[in-house]
């Protein structure tokens, strides 16, 4: 999938097409985060299956699935719906939602309150509307390719550039690729070692809008998928920020390598990520 800056969303989408897509997500993320709101709350019984080594599925993710998909699926009955707790519903291949319907499972489960809901609409490759909502602060990131991103309605910033020495950033740990916690650990070091701090916050949706909101300077994870990245990389973009993958390219929705900020502190990282660079590189035999 492509992201350059080339294509904006009028010219890919059809403003009456925008303006529904908008109102359908927001609709759909509202009212899965006010289930997840209720059920984080109420800390209630609360159904967990096991998906495969240290990753979980509970009944809310579900939920919340059903009710973001049937949203969708009753305004574009002809788009692609691609989303994590289910197998793809494969119609238009030119319009693809992408969506994660509660990003932070495990905070959810344990109650740690960093959640979100991740919503984005890719056209023909190019992903050019997404949304991150925090149900429990009740903040939605939006971006609109080409037109900038907001939360809860006030324009975000173009991301500034600061000193590395003052920079906060976010990471996410390799939970499932343990094998590989021997490298990530090396570049956390070499990267901890040179900057004012480091948050494992546990949503990667929601790391990545703190970047584009200026919270923190800079984000880097192994292995994500497309669901937990598509809507946070454009509000990125959309603020000025470079979103890569290890290799700087843009392949990061497709091999899950993610490494995103201001220009610097994004070279910054690139930089210091050769050890992983070099190992899945070893692992993949190429
Ligand atoms: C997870 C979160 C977490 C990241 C994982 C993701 P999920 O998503 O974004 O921060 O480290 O790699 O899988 O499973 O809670 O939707
Ligand atoms: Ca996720
Ligand atoms: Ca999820």
Redesign the pocket.
């Known amino acids: 999938m492509k992201d350059g800056r080339c294509q904006d969303t009028d010219s890919l989408l059809h403003p009456q097409e925008a303006k529904l897509a908008r109102h359908t997500a927001r609709l759909a993320i509202f009212e899965a985060g006010a289930l997840i709101r209720e059920k984080f709350q109420s800390r209630g019984p609360l159904a967990v299956e096991s998906k495969g080594a240290f ?2 599925v509970t009944e809310v ?1 579900r939920s919340c699935e059903d009710l973001i998909l049937n949203r969708i699926r009753k305004a574009f009955p002809d788009h692609t719906l691609m989303s ?1 707790e289910r197998p793809i519903e494969n119609h238009s291949p030119s319009h693809v939602w992408i969506v ?1 319907p ?7 489960i344990h109650g740690f309150p960093m959640i979100a809901v991740s919503v984005a609409l890719a056209v023909r490759g190019r992903i050019v509307m997404g949304w991150v909502f925090d149900p429990l602060r009740h903040e939605l990131f939006e971006a609109c390719r080409g037109h900038g991103a907001s939360c809860n309605g006030r324009p975000l910033e173009v991301l500034r550039e600061t000193p590395l020495e003052q920079a906060l950033l976010a990471t ?2 390799p ?2 690729a343990k094998e590989l916690l021997e490298p990530y650990l090396r570049v956390f070091k070499e990267v901890f070692c040179e900057v004012s701090g480091i948050r494992r ?5 929601l ?1 990545l809008a703190y970047v584009a909101a200026g919270r923190v300077q800079g984000f880097w ?1 192994i ?3 497309p ?2 990245v598509a809507a946070g990389a454009l509000l990125i973009r959309e603020v000025g920020g470079t979103v890569t993958d290890f290799w700087a390219t843009e392949s990061y929705l497709e091999n899950g390598h993610i490494v995103a900020g201001s220009t610097s502190v994004h070279r910054f990282l690139l930089e210091k990520i050769e050890p992983l660079r070099g190992e899945l590189k070893r692992r993949s035999g190429s």
């Open positions: 990753d979980f993710d994590e994660d509660l990003d932070g499972t495990t905070n959810f996410g740990f939970f499932r916050a546990g949503s990667a949706a790391d994870e292995g994500l998928k669901w937990d």
